[in-house]
């Protein structure tokens, strides 16, 4: 491994004035696997940032109901938290299914709230070194794992966050310090698809960290949950997952939210899917309706095609769950 400087800072000028004094540092948070990717000779950083004790570890109320996630909230304390658990239930869940040993990332580092925003898609070291313009293999060689939707020739990677499928149906806001100032972008947006730059996953600029995450209130999301499909209980990626929300009324669905995770390279927000949701009279038939409305653009490879019905059971059993 490359000899590299380590830095503790305090407080969030601190790290960002740390970051920007050298134009190959890196923040170090909980739970990622930045630290595996050096043993690797991927990412070769001449600094680390430490933000794991930055002050931002409060989990506070907002107007009208919702929350302001401080990026370094333990995802442990975050589903334990009896106001998540009650008004955002589908967070809770989504923990659980963490797959084996959630309590620490790949560097031993307690995972937070701000660890399931950036985290790449593609784990193998192919990905991390693609170039612009570059084209990767997964198309052609193994694939059964990989993205059936948003894909491009460059990459088939799929996110595998849970905690952010189940906030990208939230309608969360990512707030963003830089040394620009502070930005908010919403989940929707944070992350990228790779389109012909498969090497950037998500938004953010080289000296730019994750503060907090809001949740709006949202009322629907007291009626929440979280499905994930996996080959083994122990296994910590999803193959499909389902992150959804209903709100009933007069015997039909007055507002949806869904997200899908493990079919795309970033939590797929299914538009398509909420918009035939609203207003049908909740039942199989239905569900099964919105879910070909949003899967219907899927574009499987040759050894993934399984995934698409197996999204959409996925999602007409949360819903009939919901619904019940």
Same mark, same amino acid.
């Given at each position: ?36 990717? #050096? ?31 401080? $990026? ?8 334990? @938290? ?27 580092? *307690? ?22 313009? *570059? ?27 849970? #905690? ?6 939230? @309608? ?11 930005? $908010? ?6 992350? &990228?698809?790779?389109?012909? &730059? ?6 953010? *600029? ?38 959804? $929300? ?28 909420? @918009? ?12 099964? $309706?919105?879910?070909? /409305? ?15 019905? #197996? /999204? ?11 619904? /019940?």
């Amino acid at each position: 491994m490359r000899p590299f400087a380590y830095a503790c800072p305090k407080d969030v000028a601190g790290a960002l004035a740390a970051v920007g004094a050298s134009g190959e540092a890196k923040f170090l948070g909980g739970g990622t696997n930045l630290v595996d990717l #050096m043993r690797l000779g991927v990412e070769t950083p001449a600094a680390l940032i430490d933000v794991t004790r930055l002050p931002l570890g409060a989990i506070e109320e907002l107007p009208g109901d919702g929350l302001r996630i401080g $990026a370094v909230v333990r995802n442990s304390d975050l589903a334990s @938290d009896r106001r998540a658990r009650a008004r955002y239930p589908v967070l809770a869940q989504a923990r659980r299914r963490l797959g084996a040993a959630p309590e620490r990332g790949d560097d031993g580092r *307690q995972p937070s709230a701000a660890d399931a925003l950036p985290v790449l898609p593609g784990r193998d070291e192919a990905v991390q070194q693609a170039a612009p313009g *570059q084209r990767l293999p997964g198309s052609e060689g193994e694939h059964r794992n990989l993205a059936v939707l948003g894909y491009s020739a460059h990459c088939v990677a799929t996110h595998p966050s849970d #905690m952010a499928v189940a906030l990208a149906a939230l @309608d969360a806001v990512v707030h963003v310090s830089g040394r620009g100032g502070e930005r $908010a972008v919403p989940l929707v947006d944070f992350h &990228r698809l790779p389109g012909d &730059r498969p090497e950037l996953d998500a938004v953010l *600029q080289r000296d730019e960290l994750v503060v907090a995450v809001e949740l709006p209130p949202l009322p629907l999301a007291r009626r929440s949950r979280y499905r994930k499909v996996r080959e083994r209980a122990s296994f910590s990626f999803a193959l499909v997952s389902v992150a959804a $929300a209903v709100e009933l009324e007069d015997g039909a669905v007055r507002d949806a939210r869904v997200a899908f995770g493990g079919l795309a390279h970033k939590p797929w927000r299914a538009y398509a899917a909420e @918009d035939a949701l609203r207003g049908s009279a909740p039942g199989e038939a239905a569900f099964r $309706a919105a879910a070909d /409305a949003e899967l219907g653009r899927a574009a499987p490879l040759r050894e993934n095609a399984y995934k698409v019905p #197996m /999204a959409r059971n996925a999602l007409v059993s949360t819903l009939l769950e919901l619904s /019940a």
